[in-house]
C-alpha cells in the first residue's frame, strides 16, 4: 500500500509567529493526512491544535469550501447565491468598475484585505490591479498593529525589524510584554522560551500559561503600561542599570525624559498599574544587567495610548543598552522577506499607482460605506470584515445598502461573503505554489501544491490577472506568472536556491548563523540615533518623549473588555469548522471570582455585555486568571453562527488609537449584568 503514499513538503501561510512546516500525505493521488514536519526547526512533528483539526477538516471539505463563481439572488445579509461562470462573474465586475471610474473616478471603489493568507504572492499580488486601478484602499495594520509601527518608527527608526529568536540561547532575561504566545505562537511558547537559558517575565492582565510558566507574571490593570515601563525605569536608574555612554552616543533626548522617572517609584507604580512594588523592582532587576530580549504583542499596543505605551516599553533597551548584542535586543516583527532583500513595493506594483494611493482607517471604514457618493463599489478579498472589523452592527447595516455594488472573495462562505453582489472561490493554501514566511523566525518556507484546487476556485493572484484582462488593462506587471514571480523573490533573497530546491527541505533561514540586528548602532531615524526625544513626534501634535501615562479604570461599574487571540481559531478563520466548534465550545466570557460575586454570576450564567456600541449575550466562566474589572472573550467567531448574530466587534466603538489611526480595541468598555 505505501507504495502509493507520496509526501509533499509544505509551510502553514496563516497569520502567525511560527510558520510551520507541513507534510501533506497523498494516497492514490489524494490528500489523505495534512501533518506536521518533523524536520522542520518550528514545528517539529505536530502543528498547533487548530490547525491539525481544520486542515484536516473544514480546510478539505467540499461542502464547506466555496467551489464556484456565485451572484446574489436574495436580501444583502441573507447569502442566498446562485453559482455563475467565471466569465459572467468577471464581466459584472469590470463592466461595473468601470462605469464607476468614468462616472466618479476609481477613488469611490473601496477595497479592503488582509492576512486571510499570508503567502508572498496571494497576499500582494493582488494590489497590482488596485495599483493600477486607482482604489481607495483600507489600510490593512489600522486593524491590527499600526500604532505599534508608527510608535517604534519614531524610536528606533524602524519596528520590523527586532531580533532573531535564535539569539535567545545568549540571552539572560526574556521579558514577553503583551503577547501571548500560548495561543498566538503556540511553537514559541512550546519550544522556543521553555528552551531558552533566560528567565522569562510577562506582563499580561491575563494569566495566560505562557505567564503561568514564567518566573515572574506582572498583572497590570490594562491600559497602564506606559506607568510601569516608567516605574521599571525608575529602578534601573536608581540602581545603575542605565548604559550612560550607550545613552550618550546613541540616543537624543535623554535629558526630557529624565525629569519624568524621579516621581514614577515603584509604589507609585503599584498604585497606578496594580503590579506590586516588590515584582517591578524584581523585574528591573532581571532585565537591567543584560543581555536581555524585548518582545513586545501586537495586542499590547490595541489600546487608546498604545502608541505611547510602545514608545515608553522601548526606552528599556534603549536606556539600558540592551541593543546590538548577543542575546539582547527589542522585537515588535520580523519583516523576514524585507530583511532578506525582498523589494515589497515591486512585488506589490507601486509604480502602477498613478499618485497617491487614497486610504482610509478600518476605523472610518463603516462611515465611509454609510456615504453612497464616496462609496459606490467595495471589493473584499483576505479578510472578512463582516467579522472582525470594529463597530459590527453599522457595518453590517452599511453594507446592506443595495447601490454599494461588493465583491467578497474568499475560501469559505464567511458573513462577509453574505452582504456580497459576486462571490468569487479562492483556491487554498494546499492547491498552489508559493512562498512564505515567518515574522518571528527569519525563515522563508515553501508552500507546495498538493493538488487541484477545489471546484472552480483559484489563487488570488490568478484571479486578479483575469480581472485585469477583463478590464482591459494591459501593463505587463498585471500578468506576470507565478513562476516568474517566485524565481525573482527567490533571487532577490539571496537564498541561493531555486523553487525546486526550496521545496525539497520545505524551508531555508535568511542566514546559516543568527543575526544580531542594530550591531553598529544606527537606527533610521532623522539623527540616526534612537530618538527618545522626537521632533517628528512634536510634529504629529503627540508628546516629544514618551509619557508615564495610565488609563483611568473604568467607572460605572464598567469592565474593560480584552478580545485577544483565541487558542482554537486564527482571528475569524475555522470558527465554521466543527470539530474546532466543540472544542471550543459556546461564546464566553471569563470574570474574576469577586466581580461575578458582586453581579450575582456563577459559571455557566447568561450575562449580557453592553455599551453604546452595542450588547451581547455570552456564558460566563469565573477564574482569578484575570484581574477584577477586566473581562475576557476571545475573538474571532463568525457572527451568522452565533446567537443575535453578532460576535464581540458588535461591541468594538472603533476608537483610534493615539498612533497611526489605529485599533484600540482592548480598551472597549462595557457594563455586565446577568440576562
Ligand atoms: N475584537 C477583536 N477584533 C479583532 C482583533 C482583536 O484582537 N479583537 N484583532 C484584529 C486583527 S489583529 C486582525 S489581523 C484582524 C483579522 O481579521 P480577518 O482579516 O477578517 O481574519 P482572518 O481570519 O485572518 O482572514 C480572513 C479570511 O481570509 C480567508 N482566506 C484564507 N486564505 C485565503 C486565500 O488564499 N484567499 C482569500 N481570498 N481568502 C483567504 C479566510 O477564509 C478568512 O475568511 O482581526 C482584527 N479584529
Ligand atoms: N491562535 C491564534 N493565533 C494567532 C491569532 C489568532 O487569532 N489565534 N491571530 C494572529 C494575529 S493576526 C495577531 S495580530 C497575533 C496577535 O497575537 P499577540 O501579539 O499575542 O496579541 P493578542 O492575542 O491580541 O494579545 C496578547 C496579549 O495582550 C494582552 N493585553 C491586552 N491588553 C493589554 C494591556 O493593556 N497591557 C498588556 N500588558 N497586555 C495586554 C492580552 O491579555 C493578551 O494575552 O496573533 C496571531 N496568531
Ligand atoms: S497557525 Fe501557526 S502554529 Fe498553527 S500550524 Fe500554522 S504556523 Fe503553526
Ligand atoms: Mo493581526
Not at 542599570?241 to 515603584?266: N, R
Not at 459576486?422 to 518556507?445: M, Q, R, W
Not at 451581547?616 to 486568571?625: Q, V
Amino acid at each position: 500500500m505505501d507504495a502509493q503514499l507520496e509526501r509533499i513538503r509544505t509551510t502553514c501561510p496563516r497569520d502567525c509567529y511560527d510558520g510551520c512546516g507541513i507534510v501533506v500525505e497523498r494516497r492514490d493521488g489524494a490528500i489523505s493526512r495534512v501533518l506536521g514536519d518533523p524536520d522542520h526547526p518550528v514545528s517539529r512533528g505536530a502543528l498547533c491544535g487548530k490547525c491539525a483539526t481544520a486542515y484536516n477538516g473544514v480546510w478539505q471539505d467540499e461542502q464547506a469550501r466555496l467551489l464556484y463563481p456565485l451572484k446574489r439572488t436574495g436580501p444583502k445579509g441573507h447569502g442566498q447565491l446562485a453559482q455563475i461562470s467565471w466569465d459572467e462573474a468577471l464581466t459584472t465586475i469590470a463592466s461595473k468598475l468601470q462605469d464607476i471610474v468614468q462616472a466618479t473616478g476609481p477613488e469611490a471603489i473601496i477595497h479592503t484585505h488582509y492576512t486571510g493568507t499570508l503567502s508572498l504572492l496571494a497576499y500582494m499580488f493582488p494590489l497590482r490591479f488596485f495599483h493600477r486601478l486607482g482604489a481607495t484602499e483600507v489600510e490593512p495594520d489600522t486593524i491590527c498593529n499600526m500604532a505599534g509601527h508608527v510608535a517604534w518608527g519614531l524610536l528606533f527608526g524602524s519596528s520590523y525589524v527586532g531580533f532573531d529568536p535564535r539569539t535567545a540561547a545568549d540571552s539572560r532575561c526574556i521579558l514577553v510584554w503583551g503577547a501571548n504566545p500560548a495561543h498566538s505562537a503556540p511553537h514559541a511558547h512550546k519550544h522556543w522560551l521553555p528552551e531558552s537559558p533566560a528567565r522569562k517575565i510577562v506582563v499580561d492582565p491575563i494569566r495566560t500559561e505562557t505567564a503561568a510558566q514564567a518566573d515572574l507574571h506582572l498583572q497590570p490593570f490594562p491600559g497602564t503600561d506606559a506607568a510601569l515601563a516608567f516605574s521599571l525605569l525608575h529602578v534601573l536608574h536608581r540602581d545603575g542599570f542605565f548604559q550612560t555612554d550607550f545613552i550618550a552616543e546613541h540616543t537624543v533626548g535623554y535629558d526630557e525624559v529624565l525629569p519624568l522617572l524621579a516621581s514614577c517609584t515603584p509604589a507609585w507604580g503599584e498604585r497606578t498599574t496594580g503590579v506590586p512594588a516588590d515584582l517591578i523592582e524584581r523585574t528591573a532587576h532581571l532585565y537591567g544587567p543584560g543581555p536581555s530580549l524585548l518582545w513586545v504583542g501586537q495586542g499590547l499596543q490595541r489600546q487608546t495610548t498604545g502608541g505611547n505605551v510602545m514608545r515608553a516599553c522601548g526606552l528599556l533597551p534603549a536606556l539600558t543598552g540592551n541593543i546590538g548584542k548577543p542575546g539582547a535586543g527589542f522585537y515588535y516583527l520580523n519583516i523576514t522577506p524585507g530583511i532578506a532583500g525582498m523589494d515589497f513595493d515591486a512585488l506589490a506594483g507601486s509604480s502602477l499607482a498613478k499618485g497617491r494611493v487614497p486610504r482610509i482607517s478600518h476605523m472610518d471604514f463603516a462611515a465611509r460605506l454609510e456615504d453612497a457618493s464616496a462609496s459606490q463599489a467595495l471589493v473584499c478579498w483576505n479578510t472578512n470584515p463582516a467579522a472582525s472589523a470594529p463597530q459590527q452592527q453599522r457595518l453590517h447595516a452599511a453594507l446592506k445598502r443595495e447601490d454599494l455594488f461588493t465583491v467578497a472573495i474568499d475560501c469559505f462562505p464567511t458573513d462577509t461573503t453574505d452582504f456580497a453582489d459576486i462571490v468569487l472561490p479562492a483556491a487554498s493554501f494546499l492547491e498552489f505554489d508559493d512562498l512564505t514566511f515567518s515574522y518571528f523566525h527569519l525563515n522563508i518556507g515553501a508552500q507546495s501544491k498538493a493538488r487541484e484546487p477545489m471546484g472552480e476556485s483559484l489563487p488570488n493572484q490568478e484571479i486578479f490577472r483575469r480581472l485585469a484582462a477583463a478590464m482591459g488593462f494591459e501593463e505587463p506587471a498585471l500578468f506576470e506568472s507565478d513562476e516568474s514571480i517566485i524565481g525573482r523573490l527567490l533571487a532577490e533573497m539571496r537564498t541561493g536556491c531555486d523553487f525546486s530546491t526550496l521545496q525539497q527541505t520545505g524551508w531555508r533561514s535568511i542566514s546559516q548563523t543568527p543575526l544580531i540586528f542594530y550591531e553598529d548602532l544606527t537606527f533610521d531615524t532623522p539623527s540616526g540615533k534612537i530618538e527618545i526625544a522626537s521632533d517628528k513626534a512634536e510634529q504629529k501634535g503627540l508628546p516629544r518623549v514618551p509619557q508615564p501615562w495610565a488609563d483611568t479604570q473604568p467607572t460605572n461599574n464598567r469592565f474593560r473588555l480584552l478580545s485577544p487571540a483565541s487558542r482554537w481559531r486564527l482571528n475569524d478563520s475555522y470558527a465554521n469548522d466543527t470539530n474546532i466548534q466543540q472544542r471550543a465550545g459556546q461564546a464566553g466570557v471569563t470574570l474574576h471570582p469577586d466581580d461575578a460575586a458582586q453581579l450575582g454570576v456563577t459559571d455557566g450564567t447568561r450575562v449580557r455585555l453592553e455599551n453604546e456600541t452595542g450588547q451581547l449575550e455570552l456564558t460566563a466562566t469565573i477564574d482569578a486568571i484575570i484581574p477584577r474589572g477586566v473581562a475576557l472573550a476571545h475573538k474571532g467567531r463568525w457572527p451568522k453562527l452565533e446567537a443575535g448574530r453578532h460576535n464581540v466587534n458588535t461591541l468594538n466603538p472603533g476608537t483610534r488609537s493615539d498612533m497611526g489611526e489605529s485599533s484600540s480595541v482592548h480598551s472597549t468598555e462595557v457594563t455586565i449584568r446577568p440576562c
